[in-house]
């Protein structure tokens, strides 16, 4: 067997994985990265600007294929969260999004009009390693005004009310008010 070797950018750091017959080896401290790659084929230095609809939120079409392979296989928590909650506007009427790039990272769900992620966490989420991760790509999406929940997958398969009310009452909290019906379209037909 010929050794392997790969090579990942995660978080401004490169990972450094050789593979050989006989032996494993892992290098994080490869080297740092300085600059973050952002959207639309712009760098972003340290402090980057906040999402908006100027730099489309900071979508990231480079991960739009394997969004859309996610969308495909989303786990039965996920499922339950978009259809009784998050899917067709049900959620006071805002719109949400599923398996969002932005950044670096594909969020479950994201509302544009809040800046608001909410993330469905499985078991793999309960690592150290996870966790780490989670709150390094976290800090990353509130740095450009995101706000994100995370919710224990138990807890969307059995109390699908009490995230209701968690993200009601932040609404609240936040001062945002309920989105207004849609109103007819310009070529739509106006009953007066």
């Known amino acids: 067997m010929n050794s392997a070797k790969l090579i990942l950018d995660y978080n401004s ?25 952002g959207l639309g084929g712009g760098i972003f230095k340290n402090k980057m600007e906040k999402a908006a609809p100027e730099n489309n939120y900071h979508y990231n079409k ?33 719109s949400f999004r599923r398996q969002r790039p932005i950044l670096n990272y594909i969020v ?21 390693y996870a966790i780490k991760k989670d709150l390094i790509r ?26 209701d009310i968690i993200l009601t009452q932040w609404m609240i909290e936040n001062e945002y008010y309920f989105c207004p019906p849609p109103t007819p379209s310009k070529g739509g037909q106006n009953p007066n």
């Open 62 to 94: 480079e991960l739009n294929s394997l969004a859309t392979q996610l969308k495909k296989q989303m786990t039965k928590s996920e499922a339950c969260m978009w259809k009784y909650l998050l899917q067709s506007k049900q959620f006071f009427n805002y």
């Open 13 to 37: 750091k490169y990972l450094n994985l050789e593979i050989s017959p006989n032996r494993l080896n892992i290098n994080t401290n490869l080297r740092h990265v300085p600059l973050w790659r």
């Open 108 to 128: 479950d769900f994201c509302c544009l009009d809040l800046l608001l992620i909410i993330e469905v966490d499985g078991i793999t989420h309960e690592h150290d």
């Open 138 to 163: 976290d800090t990353k999406l509130k740095e450009i005004g995101f706000t994100v929940f995370r919710f224990d997958s138990g807890m969307v398969l059995k109390n699908m009310v009490e995230i």
